[in-house]
């Protein structure tokens, strides 16, 4: 009784999970969401706004505009979800790497991974959008050494990188894309 209870008192509230116990009047937040701020909240719920808007924009001109961005290259990256096997796409920042795009899975320095990289552990076969051009292809982790080969390059496409793993103990796990043959 009281663990069904418990399940009814689950909500979500100010973009953190809490339980809500009314025969204790007490509350328990989830980890993640007591370590943020209320103006760190506030520019998370902003950069998922913004990064929503440019998923939009991307895929509805074709990638005619803000594939490109100064330096940066941005692709669209379709993965299957592991729980609902929806297909859930995210427009990401990428570097070439020996003719592959390879992504970075920093989340704005978030103690916890983003869900696409959940995603792709679960089942690596993506689609990836760069410009117009929609391919197959198989996502992998990307080992110490071709990590120390692409962090560089992905400071210098955006050194807000540096800022976001100061913020956390995680380290950001990159992901390369093999793309399928045509």
Request: glycine share 8%.
């Amino acid at each position: 009784m009281r663990e069904r209870r418990a399940r009814q008192c689950h909500r979500v509230l100010n973009g953190m999970v809490d339980f809500r116990c009314s025969w204790f009047g007490s509350r328990i937040p989830h980890p993640y969401g007591a370590k943020l701020t209320k103006r760190m909240r506030s520019r998370y719920r902003l950069a998922a706004i913004l990064s929503r808007v440019h998923r939009f924009i991307y895929a509805f001109f074709n990638g005619r505009f803000l594939s490109r961005r100064g330096s940066a290259s941005f692709l669209l990256l379709t993965t299957k979800g592991r729980r609902s096997n929806r297909m859930r796409t995210v427009a990401l920042l990428y570097v070439s790497h020996h003719g592959n795009p390879s992504v970075i899975a920093s989340f704005g320095g978030s103690p916890r991974p983003p869900g696409w990289v959940l995603n792709i552990q679960d089942d690596p076969k993506v689609e990836v959008q760069i410009g117009g051009v929609r391919r197959e292809g198989v996502a992998r982790i990307a080992a110490d050494e071709e990590r120390r080969e692409l962090w560089p390059r992905f400071i210098e496409c955006f050194s807000g990188y540096e800022r976001y793993q100061a913020r956390t103990t995680r380290q950001f796990p990159m992901v390369i894309i093999t793309l399928a043959q045509d």
